[in-house]
């Protein structure tokens, strides 16, 4: 009854200046592809269905899977700019590589955060399914990036779905007896890469947040006090504090 | 603990292992007997609709109890969101028009008629919220019905009246004016063989009103051609179709043959059924409507110098690219044309949402058109006969379309990307027959290029092919294009190799790309890819570079993570040592010092996009000092000039990567170090300073790198604008809300103090909340940012285009190369001329795209970058005003 209403009055449709797209109600004849699908992360059994819901409706993060071991983050930024909507206030955040807890190196995965939802929804319509670097890769949305999840959760330390694969796939690692001369190039300089991966709060980078006014005051009683020693110690002081806001608003 | 979602049915501990080919977004539900029966109307058709008619209908004469709003509300669904099935429900609605064969006691009303009367209120809804596209196939549901008799020709033909009545609408935009005009015609094209008969009259006016507004709109037509020639004011029209244009001249041809060709356009299953009997049956009379308004949504927010910024995405004429001729693709000039190049368009806007039903549904299109539209598929069971002037192809008409559709200037309706997955899914479906297709198109359009081809279809023309490509294997005869490895370098065809190359690298990697390549491409002299992967290149890692190891120095802080006022500190130290060094007088060590730190911060960065935001996060304390100049003793002072060395001094780490100085772009703009104007400004004029990186080096010009890096910075403005904006309008609300509740909470007290003052209380003006206030403010900056941002483009465009005597390097062709006889030499044309001529186009991008926001600052920007043109007779600065004056809606 609820979804005859909705078709009678239509769905609410985002004033057309603040947003670039139009949400349209057209589960009536095919499925849309940006559903998210029934994964539910198991170490966030906590919540219920509902709040994974109310979170994914919202969310502005994917993660995408069955990449390639070598896929280099400029790659998939390469493909994922083309749903965002930067003149809507979108962008790419931040990427995160999911890496192979043991050995620190691509593990076929990975996070790609945008600003907006309706970016995160593009990917699932116009990407996922699509191939990168040769693969036909997956998006999902995904609640958010939560520390400690760019790791491979499987035994060996990669994905679990690479410890029960059985076939010969050669770029998630399966290259061994046929290596080609390339692989065996990005291989060396995909093992290096991530060799300094870290892990704890703040290892991963925010991506930068909304406009903020800049705080001028720093700036302004330096002006007026002229040359002062101390003030290029103020100056600092405040750069720093500017600093770990920015770090905590992101790791909220 | 995985990713892995349990096996379903599969029990225990089963995990999925291949679950990437798994779809389990379908979800099972229950589905009740109205559902059922719903979903029976919608699905008509799955294997042949003539058939399934009598069947269907039968099927909803024996559902009980039978729900009138529920049977016109699957017609609802079933005619707008499957518009190539609509002939076929009209023909379902004529069989529900007769009365049923056990029940003819029954009096009132034929169920068809109900249906009909209910299925109006949804279409009154759907044209009350401005639902055009809803509207529109209503509309042709309703013209069918006409001509089956159901509907009066009089209330259908007062029905289209009221669509070209919005033509006369004073100061109609031109979005609405379009889609009305559409409306209007293609319900004539359906209706019109018993419209006209039943007044030649109200024909003749519908058409005399859709071409008096076409008449109004002929200059936008220049600036969204997609093939032009600058000196010119025609749009060539055997390569692009304009919509209106193309609707006008089908529906004339329609009305000289007295709609005799609608029956070979669209399709007529209800003809072969009686009419009704007049005697018995009254046909439906379309309630009288008036298209409502467009609302207008008025936040009153204007920039601080009084500007409107509201931002109105202006629509403009449309035009579609044609790649074949008339025998391979319908021609949309006509009837039966454009009844399919508006049927494959309708199927590519409405299935957005699954790209793959969308293929699925485009490859079955001949299924819904008169048999002989299409050649037979090969080894098709019944061949129909060939229907002369028709029996085109198919792949080809949908490539054509899906292409013309993502060519649409100045922007296309939906993100490249879709246009693109589309072409990918209908090669997955149907590789044998859509693959040569796709070649042959690539082929068309790589021929057009340098012969007028719009710079932005070119760019989004490299684009398509690098991700089409890139889905799959990188096949491409790149051999068949070495001979035009003689052309200047900066010919388009060339630009085209080399930017579809780097795309695709960018999606794969150089040494995968470069073996896809015949030896004259891969070679240097063929300029046509780089020798070595994109790179990065840390100016003073070669021990025999001048400041090595002071360039080491800082490194080393950075690789041992030292503090940010650690570094700075040792930056001024290091400053003050080159300062009183030897070579002290020769460098300017605050550039130096600046390109020192930007250089190794980002060679730290270097791994990866992450390890780069990493980099700057961590030093974000120092970036901001150097940007403001505070690590020279120039003190706030020198900000503008700090931050075009930042983005030099990135340029020039990443001058292999072009890719790489447009992320480290937005990332230095997003957080904050340069503003989007700082990032206009340094690609006008510091951006030549590095060579390795433009293609447009030489005299003042714009590349398609360049106009990515304008773009970027622009975008960025106005994505912040749009930010702010919703961020004013949602704390407005609250305010608003809470004013509210105060008021209503605090009502009783205010009504017992006095009834009768003349200024009650709550009218006192309103205090902003200090987060509001903030709002405010920031949009006020922003807004500030963003005009500035749009101005330095425009004066950018005016030094390169009409530069003055006094100009730095003026690129000596710009004027050349916009007149006739400069046209016509192009054959001689070398490099410069070519940039010149790439640079007025994105001029042109630049001036339409931008138009919704140039046009609230038309003024100002014109004072600052036009004025001095006063009375001149150059060409150039001609060319320039009226591009602008055009898409600033002010000729």
């Given at each position: 009854m609820a979804s005859n209403l909705e078709f009678l009055?239509?769905?609410?449709?985002?004033?057309a200046e603040t947003s670039g797209f139009t949400v349209r109600s057209?589960?009536?004849?095919v499925t849309p592809l940006d559903q998210p699908s029934n994964y539910k992360d198991s170490q966030l059994r906590s919540l219920d269905r509902h709040t994974q819901n109310d979170l994914l409706a919202k969310s502005t993060t994917l993660y995408i899977g069955?990449?390639?071991?070598?896929?280099?983050e400029e790659q998939i930024y390469e493909l994922f700019t083309k749903c965002a909507s930067p003149e809507d206030?979108?962008?790419?955040?931040r990427i995160i590589m999911g890496l192979?807890?043991?050995?620190?190196?691509?593990c076929g995965f990975c996070f790609v955060e945008y600003y907006t939802h309706a970016e995160a929804l593009a990917s699932m319509r116009y990407v996922s399914g699509t191939k990168l670097d040769e693969r036909i890769i997956r998006c999902d949305l995904d609640m958010g990036y939560k520390e400690?999840?760019?790791?491979?959760?499987?035994?060996?330390?990669?994905?679990?779905r690479d410890e029960h694969r059985q076939d010969y796939d050669p770029g998630r690692?399966?290259?061994?007896?046929?290596?080609?001369r390339l692989e065996i190039e990005r291989r060396r300089e995909v093992e290096e890469r991530y060799a300094d991966a870290q892990d704890g709060p703040?290892?991963?980078?925010?991506g930068g947040g909304d406009w903020k006014e800049a705080d001028t005051s720093a700036n302004e009683s330096r002006l007026k006090r002229?040359?002062?020693?101390?003030d290029e110690g103020d100056t600092r002081l405040g750069q720093r504090s500017r600093l770990d806001e920015d770090g905590d608003a992101e790791r909220m | 603990m995985s990713y892995d979602r349990p096996h379903r049915g599969g029990g225990g501990n089963r995990r999925r292992?291949?679950?990437?080919?798994?779809?389990?977004?379908r979800r099972d539900v229950y589905e009740s007997p109205a559902e059922k029966l719903k979903t029976a109307i919608i699905k008509l058709?799955?294997?042949d609709a003539l058939e399934e008619l009598p069947r269907l209908e039968k099927q909803i004469r024996e559902t009980?109890?039978?729900?009138i709003s529920n049977l016109s509300e699957a017609f609802r669904i079933a005619v707008t969101e499957q518009p190539f099935k609509i002939p076929y429900y009209a023909a379902l609605l004529r069989r529900l028009h007769d009365p049923a064969e056990e029940a003819s006691?029954?009096?009132?009303?034929s169920l068809g008629k109900q249906i009909l009367e209910d299925f109006w209120k949804g279409f009154q809804a759907y044209l009350d919220k401005l639902a055009w596209r809803e509207t529109r196939s209503c509309i042709h549901f309703f013209a069918h019905l006409t001509v089956a008799k159901l509907i009066t020709t009089e209330s259908m033909f007062a029905l289209l009246q009221s669509f070209t009545a919005v033509l006369e609408?004073?100061?109609?935009?031109h979005g609405r004016a379009k889609k009305a005009a559409v409306c209007a015609a293609e319900g004539l094209m359906i209706g019109g063989p018993i419209l006209k008969p039943s007044s030649g009259e109200h024909v003749q006016e519908i058409i005399s009103a859709i071409q008096a507004y076409n008449d109004?709109?002929?200059?936008p037509k220049w600036l969204i051609?997609?093939?032009?020639?600058?000196?010119?004011?025609?749009?060539?029209?055997s390569t692009a179709d304009e919509l209106l244009d193309t609707v006008l001249q089908a529906l004339r041809t329609l009305n000289e043959s007295d709609f005799a060709e609608t029956a070979s356009s669209f399709?007529?299953?209800?003809?072969s059924h009686a009419d009704p009997d007049l005697t018995e049956f009254t046909p439906f009379e379309l309630p009288s409507v008036l298209v409502p308004p467009e609302?207008?949504?008025?936040?009153?927010l204007s920039t601080?110098?009084?500007?409107?910024?509201?931002?109105?995405?202006e629509e403009w004429p449309e035009y579609f690219f044609r790649l074949f001729d008339n025998d391979i693709t319908?021609?949309?000039?006509t009837p039966a044309g454009y009844a399919v190049h508006t049927g494959i368009l309708d199927i590519l806007d409405i299935f957005e949402v699954n790209r793959k039903e969308c293929a699925r549904l485009l490859l079955e299109y001949p299924k819904w058109t008169?048999?002989?539209t299409f050649k037979p598929?090969?080894?098709?069971t019944t061949v129909p006969e060939p229907v002369a002037g028709k029996d085109w192809q198919l792949e080809s008409t949908i490539i054509e379309n899906v292409l013309g559709a993502y060519f649409?200037?100045?922007?296309?309706?939906?993100?490249?990307i879709y246009y693109i997955g589309v072409i990918t899914e209908l090669c997955k479906l149907s590789p044998s027959t859509v693959g040569p297709a796709v070649g042959k198109s690539i082929r068309k359009l790589y021929g057009t290029l340098g012969e007028g081809l719009d710079v932005e279809v070119a760019r989004r023309f490299a684009e398509w092919f690098a991700v089409h490509m890139s889905n799959f294997g990188?096949?491409?005869?790149?051999?068949?294009?070495?001979?035009?490895?003689?052309?200047?370098?900066?010919h388009p065809k060339r630009a085209f190799m080399r930017r579809a190359l780097e795309f695709e690298i960018r999606l794969s990697y150089h040494d995968r790309i470069l073996k896809t390549l015949p030896p004259e491409m891969q070679a240097?002299?063929?300029?046509?890819?780089?020798?070595?992967?994109?790179g990065p290149d840390?100016?003073?890692?070669?021990?025999?570079?001048?400041?090595h190891d002071s360039a080491q120095g800082v490194l080393n802080l950075f690789r041992g993570r030292a503090k940010a006022e650690d570094v700075i500190s040792h930056l001024e130290t290091l400053k003050a040592t080159l300062e009183t060094?030897?070579?002290?007088?020769?460098?300017?060590a605050d550039v130096l010092i600046r390109s020192i730190a930007i250089q190794s911060l980002l060679h730290i960065g270097s791994r990866s996009f992450s390890h780069l935001l990493n980099a700057i996060e961590r030093y974000l304390p120092l970036l901001r000092s150097i940007a403001s100049g505070g690590?020279?003793?120039?003190?706030?002072?020198g900000n503008a000039e700090a931050k075009a060395d930042i983005l030099t001094a990135s340029a020039a780490f990443w001058k292999h990567n072009r890719h790489m100085v447009a992320i480290v772009f937005d990332k230095l703009m997003q957080y904050q170090i340069v503003d989007p104007t700082d990032v206009v400004a340094w690609t006008f004029i510091?951006?030549?300073?590095?060579?390795?990186?433009?293609?447009?080096?030489?005299?003042l010009s714009l590349s398609a790198f360049e106009w990515d890096l304008l773009k970027g910075a622009l975008d960025k403005a106005n994505g912040r604008v749009m930010i702010a904006r919703r961020k004013v309008v949602a704390l407005r609300k609250e305010d608003d809300d809470t004013r509210a509740r105060d008021k209503a909470s605090g009502g009783a007290d205010g009504n017992a103090m006095d009834?009768?003052?003349?200024?009650?209380?709550?009218?006192a003006p309103a205090v902003d909340s200090p987060a509001l206030t903030t709002a405010l403010k920031a949009f006020a900056s922003l807004t500030r940012e963003q005009k500035g941002a749009l101005s330095r483009t425009l004066d950018g465009f005016v030094s390169c285009l009409a530069?003055?005597?006094?100009?730095?390097?003026?690129?000596?062709?710009s004027r050349v190369v916009i007149s006739e006889e400069g046209w016509n030499d192009r054959?001689?044309?070398?490099k410069d001329q070519w940039n010149a001529w790439e640079t007025w186009g994105w001029y042109r991008q630049f001036c339409r795209a931008y138009a919704p926001y140039l046009r609230n600052y038309s003024t100002t920007l014109w004072t600052v970058?036009?004025?001095?043109?006063?009375?001149?007779?150059?060409p150039a600065a001609d060319l320039l005003k009226k591009t602008w004056n055009i898409a600033t809606g002010q000729e």
């Open positions: 009055l239509g769905p609410k449709l985002p004033p057209m589960a009536h004849v069955n990449l390639s071991f070598y896929t280099t206030g979108g962008g790419i955040k192979d807890r043991n050995t620190r190196t691509p400690g999840r760019q790791f491979g959760r499987g035994k060996s330390g990669g994905q679990v690692g399966g290259w061994g007896a046929q290596a080609q703040g290892a991963v980078a925010g002229g040359r002062s020693p101390e | 292992n291949n679950r990437d080919d798994y779809d389990d977004r058709g799955e294997v009980t109890p039978l729900v006691t029954v009096d009132g009303p609408e004073f100061g109609v935009s109004t709109v002929t200059s051609g997609p093939l032009l020639k600058m000196y010119s004011d025609e749009v060539s029209s399709s007529q299953p209800y003809a609302v207008i949504e008025l936040d009153g601080d110098s009084g500007e409107d910024a509201q931002v109105k995405k319908p021609d949309p000039k008169i048999p002989g598929k090969p080894g098709g649409v200037l100045p922007e296309a309706s939906h993100k490249s990188f096949q491409w005869v790149w051999k068949e294009w070495i001979p035009d490895l003689s052309l200047a370098v900066q240097p002299e063929g300029n046509t890819i780089g020798e070595q992967a994109p840390f100016e003073y890692d070669d021990p025999a570079k001048p400041h060094s030897d070579d002290g007088g020769l460098v300017n690590a020279s003793s120039l003190g706030g002072g510091n951006r030549a300073e590095i060579r390795e990186l433009s293609e447009a080096t030489g005299p009834v009768d003052a003349e200024v009650k209380p709550d009218e530069p003055g005597a006094s100009d730095s390097n003026p690129n000596p062709h054959a001689g044309w070398a970058s036009f004025a001095k043109f006063e009375g001149s007779t150059d």
